[in-house]
């Protein structure tokens, strides 16, 4: 099997999560995961942006996501279309 590693940054008042690292010694990749902007929604604490950063030895890519409107237990309905020329990045 694989073998991770796996560091939280917490929240010293709260204890949410505030950054989650997930790294894999074998190969030097990792994927960092870092919350911002909490916010409370149905009694929750969720976060408004996520920040991905996907690091290899040599490379390395990036996400934000920003949730403009948020529910917890909803039905959603996400529509997409996937382009003919699409060709899947390997990691």
């Known amino acids: ?5 796996q560091n ?4 010293a008042g709260s204890y949410r999560i ?3 690292l997930l790294y894999e010694p074998a ?19 969720l976060p408004g942006e996520i920040s991905l950063v996907f690091t290899e ?3 390395q890519a990036s996400l934000r996501m ?7 237990n909803e039905p959603q309905a996400m529509r997409f279309s996937i382009p003919g ?3 899947p990045i390997n990691f």
Do not use: C, K, M
């Open 8 to 11: 939280l940054w917490l929240d």
């Open 57 to 59: 030895p040599g490379a």
């Open 27 to 45: 190969s030097g990749r990792s994927l960092r995961a870092i919350y911002h902007n909490t916010a409370t929604v149905d009694g929750r604490q």
């Open 1 to 5: 099997g694989v073998a991770f590693q």
């Open 66 to 72: 920003r949730y403009s409107r948020t529910s917890i």
């Open 85 to 87: 020329n699409y060709r």
């Open 18 to 20: 505030e950054e989650n």
